[in-house]
């Protein structure tokens, strides 16, 4: 008997118990179908979350820079208000006050910098994290499609006696 479908009046018959090993296929097809969709909406929900938690850091960071400059340009405005009174009422101290001030501006833009640089830092550490997470879960999810595929073609070449 020659293998191959044989068309029948109602249905389609297989050859020698094939359409039990047909069956089979199809359920495994189907199920590594649902599968590999399950796991694309995964990823895509997981890709959103990386997002908007992203768009949360640059929102943090916005308000961040935002404060901060309002803040320098407060100190900024307090003390040329500062300076300005103590020229006008002591000019002969002016010279020792305007030092100390500017040891003490140089101070805060120092500790500012220093703060800034740290966030910076802290920044750079969070996304390439959430890069390392991605390329992870990129892997995995790579690595299963091909284990599922190989899977799926052993699978397929012992049901047709291939090995």
Do not use: C
């Not at 495994?28 to 590999?36: C, G």
């Amino acid at each position: 008997m020659a293998d191959g479908i044989v068309e029948g009046p109602e249905r389609k018959d297989y050859p020698g118990g094939m359409e039990a090993r047909v069956a089979v296929l199809e359920t495994l097809a189907a199920q590594v179908a649902a599968t590999l969709t399950e796991m694309r909406r995964e990823a895509q929900d997981f890709r959103v979350e990386m997002r908007a938690e992203l768009r949360g850091v640059r929102a943090e960071m916005s308000t961040f820079r935002s404060e901060l400059g309002t803040e320098i340009r407060d100190l900024r405005s307090e003390l040329d208000t500062k300076i300005h009174g103590l020229r006008s009422e002591l000019g002969t101290e002016i010279h020792g006050l305007h030092s100390e001030l500017d040891t003490k501006t140089n101070s805060l833009r120092s500790e500012l910098g220093t703060e800034i640089r740290d966030l910076r830092s802290e920044l750079r550490t969070e996304v390439h994290d959430l890069r390392r997470v991605h390329d992870r879960d990129f892997r995995i999810t790579f690595g299963a499609i091909i284990t599922a595929t190989v899977g799926l073609a052993a699978l397929i070449a012992r049901l047709a006696h291939w090995i």
